[in-house]
């Protein structure tokens, strides 16, 4: 069934645990996340990201995100991920997302409260929740696609960090339903071992009260997502290390394949799809089970 990001981030404060928001750009990724989902039981955010309409474009990947969401067993949130334009978020009202992201981030503070709540305004009067975006979640490499800082180190990252004071006024002025935070986490592959602020998410969910997001989530430890979640995350976004263990069950396949002319495209698509469900059933075991 459907529910908006509210709806599913209250599911998650009740229980104390977190929602996994995957990045699906393909068919096979997104039959992984929900099958996932319905065997454990987990409400599960299904999400596109802007910079995915590369890959595949809103229009074509919507109707089967909805379609497949409204027909699952379990809570499903259909989310548009880092949308970086008014237009963007406006289409995927449209198209019938249950909850969008604006991420106005990069833009001065002023500028990131008025564009949101514009946002926000156009959203919650279709019953649809808005995430926003408050300090620079960063990246190691400009490659990783989601955007974010470019950083090198962890010792020029932590202005980058989100002030729990103005995640008060920010929350407060815009009336987001969701924050997503900068402590740490980066898009993309991580370079180096994520050093991460952790009580600083405690801090802000004390000043915000409301569900916080982290973004980033693949390649972080299952020690440090349960801290995490225990100090107020209650959305995960998750994609790269998926992504890239998909792909790594296809090198393989290939590479133990002896007849290479009788190699049939349905066979990789199944292969990735195989990796990609034995990666988010692990990932969700972590963020959705007590
Ligand atoms: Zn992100």
């Known amino acids: 069934m459907l529910v908006n990001l509210k ?20 068919l096979e990724t997104l039959m992984a996340v929900i099958s996932s989902a319905e065997e454990l039981n987990c409400p599960v955010i299904l999400q596109h990201a802007q910079v995915h309409n590369a890959l595949i474009p809103i229009e074509t990947i919507a109707p089967i995100m909805l379609d497949l969401g409204k027909k699952a067993s ?5 989310h ?17 997302f249950t909850s969008i992201m604006f991420d106005a981030s990069g833009a001065p503070y002023e500028e990131n409260v008025l564009k949101t709540k514009e946002v926000v305004k156009a959203a919650h009067s279709m ?15 400009a490659g990783s696609g989601e955007g974010g800082k470019i950083i090198n180190d962890y010792q020029s990252a932590s202005d980058s960090y989100t002030d729990p004071d103005t995640a008060k006024d920010f929350v407060e002025r815009t009336s987001v339903d969701a924050l997503a935070i900068a402590f740490g986490t980066a898009h993309g592959i991580y ?12 801090l802000i969910k004390e000043k915000t009260n409301i569900p916080l997001v982290m973004h980033g989530g693949s390649g972080v430890s299952d020690d440090e997502f349960r801290r995490a979640i225990k ?31 009788n190699i049939q495209y349905h066979d990789i698509a199944i292969t990735a799809q195989a990796a990609i469900k034995e990666h988010v059933l692990k990932a969700m075991k972590v963020f959705c089970m007590k």
């Open 7 to 26: 709806e599913i981030t209250q599911i998650a404060e009740q229980g104390g645990f977190a929602i996994g928001a995957f990045n699906a750009p393909n």
């Open 74 to 78: 379990v809570p499903i949130c259909v």
């Open 80 to 96: 548009l991920d880092h949308g970086t334009d008014y237009e963007e978020c406006m289409k995927a009202l449209r198209l019938g």
């Open 127 to 141: 019953g649809v929740s808005v995430e926003g975006e408050l300090g620079h979640i960063f990246s190691f490499d």
């Open 191 to 202: 370079k180096m071992k994520p050093v991460l602020d952790l009580n600083r998410i405690a």
């Open 231 to 261: 100090n107020g995350i209650r959305k995960i976004n998750y994609y790269t290390y998926m992504a890239v263990d998909g792909a790594n069950a296809v090198i393989r396949f290939l590479d133990k394949k002896t007849d290479k002319d």
